[in-house]
């Protein structure tokens, strides 16, 4: 896991901007294919980006669209490492890749998302995050990726219309006012889930709640463990052993879970959840002791799990979540 110094100060804007606005002038020649794909107001946003793509670009960060980097996830990578947004793209671009990136969030909370990327740039602009594509127009899951620090976002580069996460796995995350955060978690713009999960558990009768709470580690974080489902040894509460409205009860906490994110999206996610019936085969399960910051009970640990998703939450020292839904 990649971990850099906490106390590093926050970027300045103007900072950013001036680094952006160098950057641009370097991508500026690229631009300048011979055939330039000819963009439509019927284009999504994220064809949109693609169109404007030069020929070395396309070449470096259009990937092949069953590519290993499509299902890995981390809390920090970049999908095309050395080509960064303040670097290869020029300001029409970052403007776009801008708007694709806002477009995948509830409007009321894409001004916390744009703030937590440029809070966890750490002060370091070598810290940009990194976008791409796998596939091509011709595929019918041409996908946009979003990647960086505590940030990992996809979409179906089709439609500004959201189809759920596409079978492949996200990253959200931050530490707000320090790498050890308190247990408010004061300022972490992912902390309000913490606080409607705790309600579902405490809705929960004192045997269930028993059940939640598990003697064990969560899972490990480690790129090839942290997604990986699994069919037995499923830790927790069974869901299949909820009552129909508490079966009602956890999808509405998981829907209010996912607002932050484009509604298209969540009714998407939620709409599979239904349709393929995973409510009887999730395990619900948090987890005390060390994972609990101040001993309070307010679980800031916690796993939703099954066969075919993973959706993981963990608080300590600051906030790291995984969410994977097989398409």
Request: aromatic content about 12%.
């Amino acid at each position: 896991m990649n971990t850099l110094n906490p106390s590093t100060k926050l970027i300045g804007r103007r900072g950013i901007l001036r680094a952006l606005g160098a950057g641009s002038v370097m991508a500026a020649l690229p631009s300048l294919r011979a055939a330039k794909l000819e963009a439509k107001a019927s284009d999504s946003l994220a064809m949109q980006f693609y169109k404007s793509l030069s020929e070395e670009q396309v070449r470096k960060v259009c990937l092949p669209v069953n590519h290993p980097s499509r299902q890995f996830i981390s809390n920090w990578w970049y999908v095309c490492p050395e080509q960064r947004l303040h670097t290869f793209y020029n300001k029409d671009q970052q403007d776009l890749v801008k708007q694709i990136f806002e477009s995948l969030h509830h409007p009321e909370h894409r001004e916390k998302m744009n703030w937590q990327v440029q809070k966890d740039l750490m002060g370091k602009i070598k810290n940009t995050p990194s976008v791409g594509f796998f596939g091509t127009p011709e595929d019918e899951n041409f996908e946009f990726i979003y990647t960086g620090h505590h940030v990992t976002r996809r979409c179906n580069a089709h439609s500004d219309k959201g189809m759920g996460f596409g079978g492949a796995p996200i990253f959200y995350g931050n530490f707000a006012k320090s790498f050890k955060e308190s247990k408010d978690h004061e300022g972490n713009p992912f902390w309000y889930q913490g606080l409607i999960f705790n309600e579902f558990v405490s809705a929960l009768d004192g045997k269930q709640q028993a059940k939640v709470l598990v003697d064990r580690r969560p899972r490990s974080e480690k790129e090839e463990t942290v997604i990986k489902k699994h069919k037995t040894d499923l830790p927790g509460l069974s869901c299949a052993d909820l009552s129909k409205d508490q079966q009602v009860k956890l999808l509405e906490t998981m829907r209010r879970m996912l607002v932050c994110f484009r509604p298209d999206d969540v009714d998407a996610t939620m709409k599979t959840i239904e349709d393929k019936k995973l409510i009887d085969q999730l395990f619900v399960s948090c987890y005390g002791g060390r994972y609990d910051i101040g001993n309070d009970k307010v679980w800031d640990t916690w796993q939703i799990e099954g066969p075919d998703m993973v959706w993981y939450f963990r608080g300590v020292p600051h906030i790291h979540a995984y969410f994977h839904l097989a398409a």
